[in-house]
């Protein structure tokens, strides 16, 4: 049906396909033969595609989504919630594109769609028995098995059992939407260190008052001095890096005479008040975290007088600042 529901996670969104994407679809259907060999078949005509997308919009309680990468906007999958009745509905039509990393966050989003904005009781799965992957993913993630459904399906003249599995309600919201969530983080991650092209921690920045004050603690903690710059008239700050084993480098800064660059966090009692990273490309560094990731600029580019190339500092929507450095 013709629907506006979206839902975005950490790595990937699912959103209403469109006829823009009868091209995709048959793509991603056709991509692999020996993994979809298990997925009801369909034509390569596009045409076809199109016109089953047509009645598709004018079948009610039927939700096919796209699934796409949030950091690149490619389109990597496939997944529906359909056969909506008194409160229970199907999830299926469920196919990721090969390689991509969106299995575990589009399940996710469609489990979320389905059990907040729809306020189903449950969401139940029907997978070919002999499809053991898939049968023991939705294990892995909590479904329960109700029953083996015996001949269920037909595919290329043969019979198939299927194993009906499903997820309540209760279920969902106590066990596993937390557990796909710490999944989907983890996979937003590698994700982003893909699209970076490379991104390293390097250092958590420290406002002080006075660094050599401040570096006295430290040093009780093991840590030793590695580097230091003088004046950086650009950022307003003097700074010394500081490391120590098996504990993270840290930046100690302090105001230069005449400039309020630390005021901020000096007087909220905030130290630690930012991360800093590595990248070899900053310019797309920087496109993806404000554009993709909308994160709010604070400190433009510049060059740093430490590492002779530029930096700039933005701020991610939880409040978290984070420091680009180019390679």
């Given at each position: 049906?013709?629907?506006?529901?979206?839902?975005?996670?950490?790595a990937?969104?699912?959103?209403?396909?469109?006829?823009?994407d009868a091209?995709?679809i048959?793509?991603?259907r056709l991509?692999?033969?020996?993994?979809?060999?298990?997925?009801?078949k369909i034509s390569r005509?596009?045409?076809?595609q199109i016109?089953?997308?047509?009645?598709?919009?004018?079948?009610?309680?039927?939700?096919?989504?796209?699934?796409e990468?949030?950091l690149t906007?490619?389109?990597?999958?496939?997944?529906?919630?359909y056969?909506?009745?008194d409160?229970v509905a199907?999830?299926?039509r469920w196919?990721?594109?090969?390689?991509?990393?969106?299995?575990i966050?589009?399940?996710?989003l469609?489990?979320?769609f389905a059990?907040?904005k729809?306020?189903?009781?449950?969401?139940y799965?029907?997978?070919?028995e002999d499809n053991t992957?898939?049968v023991?993913?939705?294990?892995?993630i909590?479904?329960k098995?109700?029953?083996?459904?015996?001949?269920?399906?037909?595919l290329?003249g043969k019979?198939?059992?299927?194993?009906w599995?499903?997820?309540d309600?209760d279920?969902?919201?106590?066990?596993?939407d937390?557990?796909?969530?710490?999944k989907?983080l983890k996979i937003?991650?590698?994700?982003l260190?893909i699209?970076l092209d490379g991104?390293?921690?390097?250092?958590?920045?420290v406002?002080?008052?006075?660094?050599?004050?401040?570096?006295?603690?430290?040093?009780?903690?093991?840590?030793?001095?590695?580097?230091s710059?003088?004046?950086?008239t650009?950022?307003?700050?003097?700074?010394?890096?500081i490391t120590?084993?098996n504990?993270p480098?840290?930046?100690?800064?302090?105001?230069?005479?005449?400039?309020?660059t630390?005021?901020?966090?000096l007087?909220n009692?905030i130290?630690m008040y930012h991360?800093?990273?590595?990248?070899?490309?900053?310019?797309?560094?920087?496109?993806?975290?404000?554009v993709?990731?909308?994160?709010?600029?604070?400190?433009p580019m510049?060059?740093?007088?430490?590492?002779?190339?530029?930096?700039?500092?933005?701020?991610?929507?939880?409040m978290f600042?984070?420091?680009?450095i180019?390679?």
């Amino acid at each position: 049906m013709l629907h506006n529901f979206k839902e975005k996670g950490f790595a990937y969104s699912i959103k209403p396909i469109s006829l823009d994407d009868a091209q995709f679809i048959v793509d991603v259907r056709l991509e692999d033969a020996e993994r979809n060999k298990y997925v009801h078949k369909i034509s390569r005509d596009l045409n076809l595609q199109i016109d089953w997308l047509n009645r598709y919009f004018n079948t009610p309680d039927d939700y096919y989504f796209l699934v796409e990468n949030n950091l690149t906007g490619e389109k990597e999958g496939l997944i529906s919630i359909y056969n909506v009745k008194d409160g229970v509905a199907e999830l299926g039509r469920w196919v990721i594109k090969k390689g991509s990393m969106a299995t575990i966050e589009s399940i996710q989003l469609a489990y979320k769609f389905a059990f907040e904005k729809l306020n189903l009781t449950e969401v139940y799965t029907k997978t070919i028995e002999d499809n053991t992957l898939v049968v023991e993913f939705h294990k892995s993630i909590g479904a329960k098995t109700r029953e083996i459904l015996i001949n269920e399906f037909k595919l290329d003249g043969k019979n198939y059992n299927a194993v009906w599995q499903f997820v309540d309600r209760d279920y969902y919201f106590s066990f596993v939407d937390s557990g796909l969530e710490e999944k989907s983080l983890k996979i937003f991650q590698r994700n982003l260190k893909i699209a970076l092209d490379g991104f390293e921690f390097h250092h958590i920045g420290v406002a002080t008052k006075n660094i050599e004050k401040e570096f006295k603690s430290y040093a009780m903690l093991g840590y030793t001095k590695e580097a230091s710059f003088d004046g950086d008239t650009n950022q307003g700050v003097k700074g010394l890096f500081i490391t120590a084993k098996n504990q993270p480098r840290l930046e100690l800064l302090e105001n230069l005479e005449g400039y309020d660059t630390l005021d901020f966090w000096l007087n909220n009692g905030i130290k630690m008040y930012h991360f800093g990273y590595l990248v070899d490309d900053i310019d797309r560094a920087f496109d993806i975290f404000t554009v993709k990731l909308r994160a709010k600029v604070v400190s433009p580019m510049k060059i740093s007088q430490f590492f002779g190339k530029r930096i700039c500092f933005v701020v991610l929507k939880n409040m978290f600042m984070i420091e680009l450095i180019e390679l």
